[in-house]
């Protein structure tokens, strides 16, 4: 990259920043979600990102495995070998 192209690229970079931080606020956010992905896009995105939240937290894999044991009306012993899935098993009781 020629010191010239960095340049403009740094400019353009400076440029765009306060319209993404616009296009980030939750109202506007909300607004450009149902513009493209229709009424339900809002509900959808918060579910996933909700999900995505407790995924990180570590406990999605316990609520799965109490929920399908709950579904199933077992403990699922093949699965429930596994240390992870005891101790989810655990933090639910």
Do not use: C, Y
């Amino acid at each position: 990259m020629t010191p010239g192209t960095s340049r403009l690229a740094e400019a353009s970079t400076k440029f765009v920043l306060p319209l993404i931080w616009l296009a980030q606020q939750p109202r506007v956010e909300r607004r450009m979600m149902r513009l493209m992905w229709g009424p339900d896009a809002v509900k959808l995105i918060g579910s996933a990102r909700e999900l995505h939240r407790q995924a990180e937290e570590g406990r999605l894999a316990a609520a799965i495995v109490h929920s399908t044991s709950r579904l199933w009306g077992t403990t699922m012993n093949g699965f429930a070998s596994t240390q992870a899935a005891r101790t989810a098993s655990a933090e639910l009781t």
